[in-house]
């Protein structure tokens, strides 16, 4: 019987293969355009911020166990500053 780590890892691994078979500057434009869109698009932009950040916990945790801990906590600092993007852009203070 396999762990949920392992089942996640496997489910993950077309995506992937798919995200490492593209250029190198696609998948950071890509990440680059949805942040950019998610803090200038006013009302709906948090959601591009959601997705950004679905994005990054996925592969921060496919990537934890061969991280160490620098990379692991900057990585970590990264998906907690977006993460509180989102909310400043999806409850703001008007």
Known sequence: ?????????QT???AV????DLPR????LAVLALMV???????WGW???LILLVFLLWTLYL??????????FMRATLVLM?????????FPRT
């Open 25 to 28: 500057a696609v998948p950071f």
């Open 37 to 43: 869109g998610g803090i200038f698009i006013p009302g």
């Open 82 to 90: 977006v993460a509180a993007l989102t909310l400043t852009q999806a």
């Open 1 to 9: 019987m396999s762990t949920p780590r392992e089942r996640i890892e």
């Open 17 to 20: 293969s798919w995200l490492n």
């Open 47 to 49: 959601l591009l911020l």
């Open 12 to 14: 993950s691994l077309p």
């Open 63 to 72: 990537s934890w166990p061969a991280l160490d801990t620098a990379n692991r």
